[in-house]
């Protein structure tokens, strides 16, 4: 029985070789049934994948669209607060414009003419001058006795439609510039060079000018004159807040018998809200590209109160220059 028993135990392991030896049919047919478990995991890979890319587009769906929503709301807003800014605006120049008329209809009284004058009796204005053709700086005599020449008006006038009209922004070889010859029959260069003097003199020292501001250059001889000027340009005004930028810009008068030519360009700004300073230049800024939308029908709301000050600040200084050459 012991032998029998021993005999058994060491054929045990060739009867388990022998169970677990595959027939080539078997084998086909798990090598089918494995083929189909990997097909329907594949397919329910692709299902799973599927969901998933559907879920996460209507995740992005549904995000930008409350993304967009918030978007337009913040605008709505915006525009609601640009609204009630432009009320208030208009409510003060129309304030401004009864005012300027009320000045109008009082009596004036003119200043007096400069005290430096030649021998012929001709006013003139004092500069440092070693060549009468060459360009100098002017005084602080020459300045004063400007200043005491004229007096500006620099009141606004406010028409929604002159801002929206095509090219009221003139541009030249890229550059915004605008240029006015006024006619004055009967004077000569030398008057209206020192009615020009005066009157840029007068501007360059006005209440809402910045350091740096002033008459840089003249050449008596060509009767011309350049200021630099840098000042605060204002949107709207009241008790609790200012909003204006700093305005930059040049302005050349040249002169000649009976006519006299003004000259705006370089025009920039610089504009802080809050700590937060921006730089732009007109050329990018206040054109029609830039301030008015594409039906041109109404300014856009931040450029285009930069356009619209722009020009009533043009037309009063150009106004003022035709006003003092008289």
């Known amino acids: 029985m012991k032998k029998i028993l021993i005999f058994l135990f060491l054929c045990l392991p060739m009867m388990a070789s022998a169970q677990t030896t595959l027939t080539p049919e078997q084998k086909l047919e798990q090598a089918q049934r494995q083929l ?41 807003a915006e525009m609601k607060a640009e609204a009630e800014r432009l009320e208030r605006e208009a409510a003060a120049l129309t304030e401004a414009a009864k005012k300027a008329q009320t000045t109008t209809a009082a009596p004036t009284t003119k200043a007096p003419e400069s005290s430096v004058t030649k021998a012929t009796g001709t006013p003139t204005t004092s500069v440092t001058n070693t060549a009468s053709d060459s360009w100098v700086v002017p005084t602080a005599a020459a300045t004063a006795a400007a200043r005491a020449n004229k007096t500006m008006n620099t009141d606004s006038k406010a028409n929604k439609d002159l801002y929206l009209q095509k090219g009221i922004i003139p541009e030249v070889n890229g550059q915004v510039v605008w240029t ?127 356009r619209r000050a722009t020009i009533d600040r043009k037309n009063s200084i150009f106004e003022g220059f035709e006003q003092a050459l008289k």
């Open 180 to 306: 006015e010859t006024f006619n004055v029959p009967g004077a000569t260069a030398d008057e209206l060079y020192d009615k020009a003097f005066a009157y840029l003199t007068e501007l360059t020292q006005g209440s809402n000018q910045l350091e740096g501001s002033k008459v840089a250059l003249v050449n008596k001889g060509e009767h011309s004159i350049v200021a630099t000027v840098r000042e605060k340009l204002i949107f709207s005004s009241s008790f609790l807040s200012l909003d204006y930028t700093q305005f930059n810009y040049v302005l050349q008068a040249t002169c000649r018998d009976g006519q006299a030519t003004l000259t705006m360009n370089r025009l920039t700004y610089r504009y802080d809200v809050q700590g937060n300073v921006s730089d732009f230049n007109a050329e990018q800024w206040i054109t029609d590209k830039h301030a008015v939308n594409k039906k041109q029908t109404r300014l856009l709301p931040v450029s285009g109160k930069f």
């Open 36 to 76: 189909e478990e990997a097909k329907a995991a594949l397919e329910q890979a692709k299902a799973n994948a599927a969901k998933a890319k559907a879920e996460a587009e209507a995740r992005a769906k549904k995000e930008a669209e409350a993304k967009a929503k918030a978007d337009i709301e913040k605008k709505i």
